[in-house]
């Protein structure tokens, strides 16, 4: 009897984790007065000014592990200082240690005054729960981060990147190299 009872809430709980993931995955829904604020905002000219074109300027490429985008023909030269600013989860070690692995060509200095490039950005890791563990026999991760690069002195974003890893063998650490390995790209060596 105690047998029939166990099982029987094993599969309830099975039942109820993808019921209670989904319930966080839907968006909340705004109310009417935000969106009749958005659109009166919308409808507004700006000044005289003409319109700018911000997508212009950016080049989106697509990559096996995630999103791309850099301003048109941007580049860090070698040896740039760059600042890794503070993320989730302490995330910015794992960028720091994919710049040694992947051999990227930067200074990084702890000192956000003395660089001349910022990287900051966010990081968010689900680990593998208790059905996937049993029923797939798999405790990989799945791993999400972005980044993007500022050049301190002009203030503009002259690059962006987002990486999407399903079932992570390493966890945080591919998400990492993954970013270095896109940052590298645009470094003049």
């Known amino acids: ?79 740039a200082k760059v600042n890794v600013a503070p993320m989730d989860a302490g995330f910015e070690n794992y960028i720091i240690a994919g710049f040694r692995s992947k051999k990227v060509p930067l200074m990084v200095v702890m000192d956000r005054s003395k660089a001349d490039y910022e990287i900051s950005g966010v990081s968010e890791s689900e680990k593998a729960g208790w059905a996937k563990m049993l029923f797939l026999g798999s405790q990989q991760s799945n791993e999400q981060a972005s980044i993007k690069i500022v050049d301190l002195k002009t203030g503009a974003v002259i690059f962006g990147y987002s990486v999407h890893k399903v079932n992570s063998v390493r966890g945080r650490q591919s998400a990492g190299e993954a970013c270095a390995k896109h940052i590298k790209q645009i470094v003049i060596d």
């Not at 000044?47 to 999103?67: C, F, L, M």
């Open 1 to 79: 009897m105690y047998a029939r009872a166990g099982f029987a809430l094993l599969i309830l709980a099975a039942l109820i984790v993808p019921i209670a993931s989904a319930r966080r995955a839907v968006p909340q829904q705004s109310g009417p007065t935000q969106d009749q604020n958005t659109a009166k905002e919308d409808a507004k000219p700006n000044s005289g000014q003409p319109p700018k074109e911000a997508t212009a300027d950016i080049k989106p490429v697509a990559s096996d592990e995630g999103q791309l985008a850099t301003v048109k023909d941007a580049r860090i030269p070698a040896y």
